[in-house]
């Protein structure tokens, strides 16, 4: 496994419609594999070898998770919005960067602290209406001169490890992880399959990027390849979340109660087809909340083939994620099988 090149992409920033970082890594490697590439008006970074006539697609998204300057108060803190679906657990004193003009503004998540608080607000969530940024600044003038300024992303500076054996920890591992799938796919891609970094996934009721991208190519089938979420801790059961780390690439047949794609019929058994033969473990999942950029293809251009290959990750949509590095492994194996019998 390339643990350097994955430890890059989860390192790097990408909050939801500033995915440039992110973008210009992947189009980097593409053109290292030989591909051509592209990047759309919508920020989607595209590689393929040549493109004819409704192409196969396969997409990651690249954006993650975050925040955004709102306010500058008087005394330089700074007040936020959540970018994406961020769980409040997770903001209370985390460390954050802000990307400004003027380069990386580090600080810290603030709020009352408990010995203040009283008895029902101990009882309850920290609402992230009630945090702040404390960058150090004395003043909105001080903050300003550090280069602060409404609509700056805040992301974490979570940093990228292996932890234990075979597992790999770090920020944005939905859907860095995908990305770097994307990019091993890369060397020796046939025609017409296309790899797409998509923009803006977690911003949306289905992705804005994929849509836009997949509609001006009319691909004869869309794969999006993301992360999935673990059941295999403590705090949940078997049948609340019954997938695993280490026991191979998610197959989604349904997503948010149907309200998102349900994966079609010929397009999943040629994915388990090509499990078979590439002898690679899957788990199937269907799921009531959330959906990938599967749902925001499926019915676009009177419809289009789509299905959803998950990595099983721990903690998602939090400031860190922890995936199983033969999962990883098996889901290349899987879709380098998949582009060659789909």
Known sequence: MDYDLLKKLSEADGVSSQEGEVAAIMADGFRKSGLKTEIDNFGNVLGYKSVGKNPLILGAHMDEIGLMVKHIDEKGFLRFIKIGGIDDRTLVNQQ????????????????????????????????????????????????????????????????????????????????????????????????????????QEEVSTFGKGAMTASYRLEPRAFIAVDTSVAGDHPELKPDDAPLALGKGPCIALVEAGARGNVADRKLAQGIFQAAKSAKVPVQIEVFDGGATDASSVHNLRGGIPSIAIGVATRYIHSTVGVAHQADVEYSIRLLRAAIASL
């Open 96 to 199: 954050v960067v802000i990307r400004t003009r003027k380069g990386l503004v580090p600080g810290v998540i603030g709020s009352k602290p408990p010995h203040i608080m009283k008895d029902e607000e101990r009882k309850s969530v920290v609402s992230h209406a009630s945090m702040f940024i404390d960058i150090g600044a004395e003043s909105a003038k001080d903050a300003r001169a550090a280069g602060i300024e409404i609509g700056n992303a805040v992301s974490f500076p979570t940093r990228f490890f292996r932890m234990g054996k075979k597992l790999l920890c770090g920020k944005a591992l939905d859907n860095r992880i995908g990305c770097y799938i994307l990019m091993k796919l890369a060397e020796g891609l046939p025609d017409n399959v296309i790899l797409m970094g998509t923009s």
